[in-house]
């Protein structure tokens, strides 16, 4: 079977690394992919925004499965593209994509379908979010609707703030369309989790737990970033949560889907607050976390492409979806100075896999046959094992030796 893949992060190589090991597939292309992905398959350099091309590359090359890492081309539409030509795609339709798209949609189908979340209210217009700021204490969540690349949820501690925020976003457009409707929330307090599940529109298969790392500093301080890195298991999820999860977020989310009638086939990862053995949900994202899924798919047992094939087809209550019980760590090697501004195009040495690590590559690219940086996030470190100590060992040690001038990693993956 041929598979192809729209992406180029880490996330897109660790799928591409599972299909790898898949007896079913013998060609693996992706666009615009990243050199790490190209040690296995074929990348095709073009636009993940460029349905059109995807689509003509697709039919051209009689793709059996194409895999939809990022939420943009989900937004766009993409998957309903492909399967209006007959063409299989793991990855959620436009209209239920917009669970990710629009933080208010999103927002409206909680509430809607009896899903916890925190208080909200939506507002385009600036008088009315002054006036509604009334119905908030403080710290408050001022959250752009649309799209805006990790860059649109503010957290402010004070009228004031919470003040130009809003100018920011509604006057002043700083974030262009996507802050034009914002959603004001009240502060949840607990600790975050995000779980991973699988969906073909009737059943949902909740993966292993990964516990994130957001912020770029050692003890979760300073700015968030795309993730700095993960663990599965989570080491601070309880398994009684579980059942409480099940439910009270998964079952009504699935009756939602039916509810609204909205075609929700591939992953949907659901980042979620837990305090006193209650779960909120903080948002919906309709595609693989990254770094989560890194660490989450070397877990992975059976077959990732039957999976993704059984989504796509509504027969995921068919396939096995097997997990080991092992611990894995994934470090993400960052550029100095991400996720504020960054140098790209710097060498990097010492990269290849060994005995205790796979390394899959995120901003990264070959320049005259040396390998570059070419992201915040460069490169992620794996390592599975029987132990939490044990793998942050292994992927620690192999941070010291990959080479890269402005390499940064957080130390404390895991352990908080
Ligand atoms: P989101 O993209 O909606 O998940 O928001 C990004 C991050 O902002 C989350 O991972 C949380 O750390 C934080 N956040 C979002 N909503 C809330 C909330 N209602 N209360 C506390 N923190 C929040
Ligand atoms: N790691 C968070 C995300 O993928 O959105």
Known sequence: MKVLIIGSGGREHAIAYKLNQSQKVNEIYAIPGNPGIS????????????????????????????VIGPEVPLCNGLADLLEANNLVAFGP?????????????SKDFMIRHHIPTAKYDEVT??????KALDNYSYPLVIKADGLAAGKGVVIVENKEDA????????????????GSKVVLEEFLTGFECSLLCFVDGKTIVPMVSSKDHKQIFDGNMGPNTGGMGTVSP????????????????????????????????????????IENNEAKVLEFN??????????????????LYD????????????VEVKWSNEHVACLVL????YPGDYQKGIEITNYQDDQDTIIFHAGTNMDNGKLVTNGGRVLNILATGSSLEEVREKVYKKAETIDFVGKYYRHDIGLI
């Open 286 to 303: 309709v595609r693989f976390g990254d770094p989560e899924t890194q660490s989450i798919l070397m877990r992975l047992e059976s077959d």
């Open 307 to 318: 999976i993704m094939v059984a989504c796509a087809n509504k027969t995921l209550d068919e």
């Open 93 to 105: 339709t436009q209209h239920a994509a917009t669970l990710e798209g629009s933080k208010a949609f």
């Open 163 to 178: 003040i130009v925020t809003l100018k920011e976003m509604l006057i002043d457009g700083i974030l262009d369309g996507a």
């Open 125 to 130: 217009d600036y008088d009315h979010a002054i």
């Open 234 to 273: 989570n080491p601070f999820l309880p398994d009684s949560m579980d059942e409480v999860i099940k439910e009270t977020v998964l079952d009504p989310f699935m009756q939602g889907l039916v509810d609204d009638n909205m075609d929700y086939r591939g992953v949907i990862f659901i980042g979620l607050m």
């Open 334 to 337: 960052s550029s100095g100075g």
């Open 39 to 66: 040690s296995m398959g074929t990348c095709v350099p073009g636009s993940v925004e460029d349905n059109q091309f995807i689509l003509d590359f697709a039919l051209k090359h009689k793709i059996d499965l194409t």
